[in-house]
């Protein structure tokens, strides 16, 4: 069975839902989406994945720790707890997790509103082998080394800037 998010008008208005993969293909198809970046508890760095093959619309890419559109009538956190609890088996309480920022995502592949929380934890992580194929900590000169940033997408190199702005890095 299709994957089926809701969608929203540029004033955040519910419109209606459609197929994930219309939505992967057509910017004006507002969606939302919550992410969650694991900090390290001693500071030393933070939690990227390696998805696998088979994930997503860029295949092979480094995204920040958990991360997924939000299920029909599902709130940000809740969605953060939900992908948390399902990619990485991490189950954590609400205020476990800090609101760090809200990032807005128009290109011509997609148009997401994403909700990055955070969440101090060292694990233990048992990550989804189907959806994930590597986790580790990155310390901060590894993410921002140039030459590494090649390894990323445009919205997670931007998602780091912010993170470094806001002090979080």
Same mark, same amino acid.
């Given at each position: 069975? %299709?994957?089926?998010?809701?969608? $929203?008008?540029?004033?955040?208005?519910?419109?209606?839902?459609?197929?994930?993969?219309?939505?992967?293909?057509? &910017?004006?198809?507002?969606?939302?989406?919550?992410?969650? @970046? @694991? +900090?390290?508890?001693?500071?030393?760095?933070?939690?990227?994945?390696?998805?696998?093959?088979?994930?997503?619309?860029? &295949? *092979?890419?480094?995204?920040?720790? @958990?991360?997924?559109?939000?299920?029909?009538?599902?709130? $940000?956190?809740?969605?953060?707890?939900?992908?948390?609890?399902?990619?990485?088996?991490?189950?954590?309480?609400?205020?476990?997790?800090?609101?760090?920022?809200?990032?807005?995502?128009?290109? %011509?592949?997609?148009?997401?509103?994403?909700? @990055?929380?955070?969440?101090?934890?060292?694990? &233990? +992580?048992?990550?989804?082998?189907?959806?994930?194929?590597?986790?580790?900590?990155?310390?901060?000169?590894?993410?921002?080394?140039?030459?590494?940033?090649?390894? +990323?997408?445009?919205?997670?190199?931007?998602?780091?800037?912010?993170?470094?702005? *806001?002090?979080?890095?």
């Amino acid at each position: 069975m %299709e994957e089926l998010l809701d969608i $929203y008008d540029a004033s955040g208005n519910r419109i209606g839902r459609a197929p994930r993969r219309q939505c992967h293909g057509d &910017p004006s198809l507002l969606h939302h989406t919550a992410h969650v @970046v @694991v +900090f390290h508890p001693d500071g030393s760095g933070v939690l990227l994945q390696k998805r696998a093959l088979t994930k997503d619309i860029q &295949p *092979g890419k480094w995204d920040t720790a @958990v991360g997924g559109h939000l299920d029909p009538g599902e709130g $940000y956190l809740e969605g953060a707890l939900r992908e948390l609890r399902e990619e990485l088996g991490v189950t954590v309480e609400k205020d476990a997790l800090r609101h760090l920022f809200d990032s807005h995502i128009r290109n %011509e592949i997609e148009s997401e509103d994403v909700r @990055v929380f955070g969440l101090v934890s060292g694990g &233990p +992580f048992r990550f989804q082998r189907s959806e994930i194929s590597e986790i580790r900590f990155w310390t901060k000169m590894e993410l921002f080394a140039p030459e590494r940033q090649a390894e +990323f997408t445009p919205n997670l190199v931007a998602e780091l800037e912010l993170l470094r702005e *806001g002090g979080w890095l």
